[in-house]
């Protein structure tokens, strides 16, 4: 699908996948994580291929989205991939498509995205779920004040088949090593875009996503989900989120990594699927 950023004349290419039926509660829409060094997976909608289906046969209108500088989006022209530029390409998309209040999903870096939407444009998000959520980084760091030259070798390696597969390994709670290997395979395809690096390039420079600040203002409520084994991101930094979102319910999922939606699709679609279907007056028993 294509349309034009509000703040100029910019059209883009954008890449999701679209439902097919109009649910009659909230849409979900479907975020994912990023290239870096924490979540070298899929960073596109792909990582949503086996939880999307569950979703779809529940009767939820679900949507999956390309963030703005991943997943297959035509970016032959680049555009600016800062926050600010990847708020507005969200925020664009809700207003084009989707239209109504929608209950907004984020893994790991995705969630940070999430955050950044919901308190920046609360009359689009409804409610969050935020999966092993990767919100207390403060940015990039010191990535964004990298000469050019090495942050693009830095970024050339992000789409190297070893540390992917070395990634993989720390990632999931038990998965053979075909299936690592498949998952590697098709979480490297939007990384082969001619207009892949300097895009995470210019995203890195930019420097990135820090939403530390944003947590206590999150109006929405929100469903917290944790992979039990998750060796990337602290189960003490669930317990945190959740004590600082204002009105969070928050679960575990046994024997599974950082990416449950890919690791424990059934388990994330269940728990995503009575969230959705739970009104307010419910959740507490949710």
Not at 3 to 23: D, E, H, K, N
Not at 198 to 209: C, E, K, L, R
Request: charge should be neutral; hydrophobic fraction near 45%; include cysteine.
């Amino acid at each position: 699908m294509t349309y034009a950023l509000a703040s100029s004349s910019i059209s883009i290419m954008s890449s999701c996948v679209r439902p097919m039926m109009q649910g009659k509660s909230d849409p979900i829409v479907l975020l994912h994580g990023f290239d870096s060094s924490l979540h070298l997976f899929f960073s596109s909608c792909l990582e949503w291929r086996y939880t999307y289906p569950l979703l779809e046969e529940a009767g939820l209108e679900s949507w999956a989205f390309d963030i703005l500088g991943w997943g297959f989006s035509d970016l032959e022209r680049l555009p600016q991939c800062d926050v600010a530029s990847k708020r507005n390409h969200l925020y664009q998309f809700w207003k084009s498509y989707i239209k109504r209040p929608m209950i907004l999903v984020g893994p790991s870096l995705g969630a940070a995205v999430a955050i950044d939407l919901a308190v920046n444009h609360p009359e689009a998000v409804s409610k969050l779920i935020l999966i092993d959520a990767s919100v207390y980084s403060e940015g990039t760091g010191e990535m964004a004040k990298l000469p050019r030259l090495f942050a693009y070798a830095g970024v050339a390696l992000l789409k190297s088949v070893p540390l992917r597969l070395y990634v993989n390994r720390i990632a999931f709670n038990d998965v053979s090593f075909s299936t690592s290997l498949d998952w590697m395979n098709i979480g490297r395809l939007h990384c082969l875009y001619p207009w892949w690096e300097d895009a995470a390039v210019n995203f890195m420079t930019s420097g990135g996503y820090n939403v530390v600040p944003l947590i206590k203002q999150v109006k929405q409520k929100t469903l917290i989900i944790w992979g039990e084994d998750d060796q990337i991101i602290s189960y003490k930094l669930a317990l945190k989120l959740h004590g600082e979102l204002q009105d969070a319910i928050l679960r575990q999922i046994p024997d599974c990594g950082h990416i449950p939606q890919v690791e424990k699709p059934k388990s994330v679609a269940d728990l995503i699927i009575k969230f959705a279907q739970t009104n307010s007056g419910q959740l507490s028993r949710f």
